[in-house]
């Protein structure tokens, strides 16, 4: 069943008795939401290894067929080392001109994981396209939310905290800072937050959410996300693994790696490229024969 059973059990639960909408929304992007410290902290008793943090993947088959050949690749190296192999999905894997029916994307989500023997979970996001949900149109936040999709694909709560004995993963909701939503969850979210980042770790802190603190782009961050990073998250982690911007960037701010690895629908900016944390080090990785110089699909 895999190390994330304790999720796949206390999240049913949570499904099952979270029928009411949270802060008088009537849409069910939050409608899932677990509550609770225990239940969005987990302590998985191995190694996370090699992590691949996919940004952005885009809706062309050419971007993707591209990002998961090279991530396979990367994977029997892991295999072949001894490692264990991670992806988590932080970009936007739903569009509004994407798929549009729950086979289709059921289908799409299932072909994350496994990539090989070694890969232990696909952890996956709602990106900035979460929005949908509030029209009712999300397939992800209705469908997996919670919940395991197969034995290794997970999506956690909004917020939750993954401790492996190497690394520990910080997973935000960032689309409450970009496009006000309810301010009841976004203080549930940094409290859970504030626990997490009060203890002290030997490993290394990363905070992943969808949208970036600091990027090239000429989109940038609102007040209220940089008031957070500011308050709750400054000094306290080692980096931040975000996508949306659709590029291939890092940089060193704060104290803090930074790194956009949003390397699908607009791709003029830079070649296609993912985030690997590895043991022997951490950085963009360029995906081998994967550069698309026109942009192929202009969707935010």
């Not at 591209?66 to 490692?83: H, R, T």
């Not at 090239?216 to 975000?242: C, E, M, Q, W």
Request: net charge neutral; charged share 20%; hydrophobic share 35%.
């Amino acid at each position: 069943m895999g190390i994330f059973k304790k999720i796949g059990q206390y999240a049913a639960i949570g499904i099952g008795t979270a029928g009411l909408a949270i802060g008088g929304w009537s849409g069910v992007h939050f409608k899932h939401e677990v509550k609770g410290f225990d239940s969005n902290y987990h302590v998985i008793k191995e190694k996370a290894g090699i992590v691949a943090v996919v940004g952005d993947p885009g809706l062309m088959s050419k971007q993707r067929s591209a990002v998961f050949a090279d991530l396979k690749a990367l994977c029997f190296e892991a295999m072949e080392s001894g490692q264990n192999f991670n992806t988590i999905h932080n970009g936007d894997l739903e569009y509004p001109n994407g798929t549009t029916d729950d086979n289709g994307h059921d289908a799409y989500i299932k072909s994350l994981w496994p990539l090989c023997p070694a890969h232990r979970h696909a952890i996956i996001q709602l990106g900035n396209h979460g929005l949908l949900a509030f029209k009712g149109q999300s397939y992800m936040a209705k469908r997996y939310h919670g919940k395991p999709v197969s034995p290794g694909i997970v999506m956690p709560n909004y917020y939750a905290a993954l401790e492996f004995e190497d690394q520990l993963f910080l997973l935000n909701e960032s689309t409450i800072y970009d496009a006000w939503l309810d301010p009841a969850i976004e203080s549930r979210q940094e409290a859970f937050d504030d626990a997490v980042l009060k203890k002290s770790y030997s490993i290394p802190v990363n905070y992943v959410a969808h949208h970036p603190f600091y990027t090239p782009s000429k989109r940038k961050p609102t007040k209220d996300y940089l008031r957070f990073y500011n308050k709750h998250l400054k000094g306290k982690i080692s980096r931040v693994l975000a996508a949306h911007d659709h590029l291939a960037w890092e940089s060193y701010v704060d104290g803090i790696y930074h790194s956009v690895s949003g390397m699908g629908a607009k791709t003029t900016m830079g070649p296609l490229a993912y985030v690997v944390i590895s043991p022997s080090g951490t950085g963009l990785r360029h995906v081998t024969g994967g550069e698309i110089t026109k942009a192929e699909e202009d969707e935010e």
